[in-house]
């Protein structure tokens, strides 16, 4: 038996040795297929966005000097001179007193700095404009460059392309990046009770269900998952897979066999491959106590607890930071980026010192309020809990518990 459950390390410490395997390597995709992909290589911009000043309104393009001081009750003339065309750039500079129609997206003509709205003016007759509306200098205006500026940084090396960033890479004409390849992520299951989802179980054994909720969970943190199937407890056979799986994975993910009992073999398993290292084994926070964390060459395995609620919560709190590390994101662990939930907490919650609590909770609605945090109580081997669960609450590591009425943030899931 390992004593490595006698150093349970916390979330932190466990985190810091997560960061330190690299991310993957980068590779070129088109960029309409790299949502959620993250940069390798920053990007400078290839142009100025918008190209010229264009307006952001309908109205008239005008110089804002030539409505000084405009009202309803003290408006302002001005000629109009032309009509702008939404494709094609003015070929025209405004004079003073004068000013040009303009669409929602045409370029400003020369001597224009501003655009009034269509609302504040009426068409007086024989070219003649009112402009009832004082104006700013640009005003309704997008200015050349505010977007992106010609040879100027326009995403950092790191950034996930969200839908923002797949929008301005559109605009700039960008039409291939260099993103990290998603991390393939090998998945074993363990345990000699185990038996394939399309077996009848016999008393005594069980349907794998962690091979299923992981490779979910991993995908959706941007993996691409691939189940090695169940592995009895058999030492052997365990090493064999997991060399398989290191070999074409990036991170391998094991579940079950990682607490104390004698069957316990994942640990052995590991110990059996050249150039290893076991980094922890056991993190101070419930559940996911007995977590594994090893080095095979420059390889993460990871051993999460077999309990089907268990594993779904390492993977949330540890695992799918971690693979969002691994495909390049540079804040994968930052905490204010997570989906929170403000809610009130609907009964006291007591916790142990020293052990940052996972408590699955329910939210409800509230009249006139924040929504309730009903915690779900229940065995981590139960899949119960976390179908009845909307999030999860952190009680941190120095703190007892939290009283009915506290208001918590939930991690949503
Ligand atoms: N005396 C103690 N017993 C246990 C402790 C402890 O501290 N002292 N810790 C408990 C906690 S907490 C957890 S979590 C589990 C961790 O167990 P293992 O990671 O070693 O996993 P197993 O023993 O292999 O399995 C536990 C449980 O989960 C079921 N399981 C495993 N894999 C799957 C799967 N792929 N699909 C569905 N269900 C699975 C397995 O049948 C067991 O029932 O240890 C506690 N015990
Ligand atoms: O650590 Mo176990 O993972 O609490 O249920």
């Not at 109205?59 to 702008?84: H, K, M, T």
């Not at 059996?272 to 076991?278: N, R, S, T, V």
């Amino acid at each position: 038996m390992k004593q490595g459950f006698l150093h349970t390390l916390s979330r932190s410490q466990f985190q810091e040795l997560l960061k330190a395997f690299a991310p993957t390597a980068a590779e070129p995709v088109p960029f309409d297929q790299a949502h959620q992909r993250v940069l390798a290589e920053g990007l400078l911009s290839p142009e100025d966005l918008p190209a010229g000043r264009r307006s952001a309104m309908d109205g008239y393009a005008l110089a804002a000097r030539d409505a000084f001081g405009a009202s309803e009750s003290n408006p302002a003339y001005l000629e109009c001179l032309a009509e702008i065309e939404v494709n094609r750039a003015p070929d025209f500079a405004l004079e003073p007193g004068t000013c040009a129609w303009i669409p929602t997206g045409g370029f400003l003509p020369q001597g224009a700095d501003s655009v009034v709205m269509v609302e504040y003016t009426q068409e007086m007759g024989a070219g003649t404009i009112e402009v009832r509306q004082s104006l700013a200098p640009g005003e309704n205006v997008m200015e050349q460059g505010e977007d992106a500026a010609s040879g100027e940084p326009a995403l950092s090396a790191g950034s996930r392309l969200r839908t923002q960033e797949i929008g301005l890479l559109a605009a700039l004409g960008i039409g291939s990046v260099r993103v990290h390849r998603r991390p393939r992520v090998g998945i074993i299951s363990t345990g000699d009770e185990l038996v394939a989802v399309d077996a009848k179980p016999q008393l005594g054994q069980i349907r794998d269900v962690n091979s299923y909720t992981v490779a979910c969970l991993a995908e959706e943190a941007g993996g691409v998952a691939r189940r090695f199937g169940i592995v009895g407890d058999d030492l052997d056979g365990l090493v064999a897979v997991l060399q398989t799986a290191l070999a074409d994975s990036d991170l391998v993910l094991l579940s079950g066999g990682s607490s104390k009992g004698t069957r316990d073999m994942t640990i052995a398993a590991i110990e059996a491959l050249p150039d290893m290292e076991i980094l922890a084994h056991g993190v101070s926070i419930s559940p996911g106590k007995p977590t594994i964390l090893a080095r095979v060459g420059d390889k993460p395995v990871v051993g999460l607890p077999g309990q089907v609620g268990s594993a779904q919560v390492v993977m949330t709190v540890l695992g799918q930071p971690f693979i969002r590390h691994l495909a390049g994101a540079r804040q994968a662990f930052e905490e204010i980026l997570r989906p929170l939930r403000r809610a009130r907490l609907a009964r006291n919650l007591a916790s142990r010192q020293g052990r940052e609590d996972f408590v699955r909770v329910r939210l409800e609605p509230a009249a006139g309020g924040l929504p309730l945090a009903q915690p779900v109580m229940g065995k981590s081997g139960l899949l119960r809990t976390l179908l009845q669960s909307h999030g999860l609450l952190v009680i941190p590591a120095e703190s007892e518990g939290f009283q009915q009425g506290d208001e918590v943030d939930v991690w949503v899931l």
